[in-house]
């Protein structure tokens, strides 16, 4: 589970080159010797202990759909809430991560930060959109992650996108997948046209998601799609097929089913980490009174609560943790481990 990060310094060594010198030859000591290469040796990682680290607390996996001067439904939200919660996400340690991330437990962020998942559903055109000259529009959700990271440079600008049929508005969409894809964003299954899996019949499930999957190898051959979101976070009757199945003689496979759920993802090397089964958190508001589990509610509970919280130990080839956090390690991960 997971890549292992090898801390290995490679030193630069100047070399001294002596030659014989006979007649009128210069001695080797007149020569300019050329500079010696800049080491490369990098630090190791800290003490899990000293930066708290915790990777078997939770992860927030953030689901966003449009991005509109004025909200008309609960999934809504602002260009400046979205910036603001860019804001937060940076101030309180969040680091972005992918969401085939997550569900390998390739979990890679400088210790003593948490993993965050920005995931965007529907391909609203809200969410990415590109100039004519090809730059990416600076009021998409998209465009205003990529100028966050320019002041936040250690946040990279990265986010998975679970697309459907006419991706952004853009037809096909062939020129603003492979753009997304460039820049290192995940492109995720959706379904094509959005469809409630949970109330049509087996072979039409299969068929949402193989031409819904169509329409991203279609535009970027080479990518491999290895997540999705479920439409209105409903499973097929036959869950099983959210994950595999075969339509009109292509298969699908996905690692990683995402829910519409209410609560961080527990860690990926956590007993209680399904991959098919990863809630998600609505971004939203709240007025600090009654629970109403959106970003704001969990960024809150998790600011107060700081040992519920995914927190990196700067090495992905390790599992870290409080001793006393053993009983909810992943057997599987039981190699990796390393209580404190």
Same mark, same amino acid.
Do not use: V, W
């Given at each position: 589970m997971g890549l292992t990060r090898r801390w290995a310094p490679v030193l630069g060594v100047g070399m001294l080159a002596l030659s014989a010198c006979t007649g009128s030859l210069p001695f080797a000591s007149d020569k300019k010797?050329?500079?010696s290469p800049p080491t490369t040796e990098q630090p190791p990682p800290p003490d899990p202990a000293s930066v708290k680290a915790n990777?078997?607390?939770g992860v927030p996996v953030l689901m966003y759909h449009r991005l509109v001067p004025v909200p008309k439904a609960e999934y809504d939200r602002t260009p400046d809430e979205f910036r603001a919660e860019l804001e937060r996400l940076y101030d309180s340690g969040y680091r972005p991560i992918l969401a085939r991330d997550l569900v390998a437990g390739t979990i890679d962020v400088p210790a003593g930060?948490? +993993?965050v998942v920005l995931t965007f559903d529907d391909s609203t055109v809200s969410q990415y959109r590109l100039n004519p000259d090809g730059t990416v529009a600076a009021d998409t959700a998209v465009g205003i992650l990529i100028e966050f990271s320019k002041t936040h440079p250690d946040f990279r600008?990265?986010?998975?996108?679970y697309v459907n049929g006419n991706p952004f508005e853009a037809g096909a969409g062939t020129a603003e997948l492979q753009d997304l894809v460039r820049r290192g964003f995940e492109v995720g299954a959706h379904t094509l046209t959005h469809q409630n899996l949970g109330i049509t019949d087996p072979e039409n499930v299969q068929k949402e998601l193989v031409r819904g999957l169509r329409t991203i190898t279609g535009a970027v051959p080479d990518t491999k799609v290895v997540t999705m979101?479920? +439409?209105?976070g409903v499973r097929p009757k036959d869950k099983a097929l959210a994950s595999s199945g075969t339509w009109d003689g292509q298969s699908y496979s996905f690692d990683g089913v995402f829910l519409v759920g209410s609560e961080p993802s527990p860690s990926p090397f956590a007993a209680s980490f399904d991959p098919l089964n990863i809630p998600r958190i609505r971004s939203g508001s709240w007025d600090g009174k009654k629970s109403n589990f959106s970003s704001a509610f969990w960024l809150d509970a998790l600011d107060k609560r700081p040992e519920r919280r995914y927190v990196?130990?700067?090495d992905p080839g390790r599992v870290s943790f409080p001793s006393a956090e053993q009983d909810k390690l992943d057997p599987a991960a039981a190699d990796r481990a390393q209580p404190y």
């Open positions: 010797m050329p500079p990777e078997l607390g930060k948490s +993993p600008p990265i986010a998975t996108m979101a479920l +439409p209105f990196s130990d700067g």
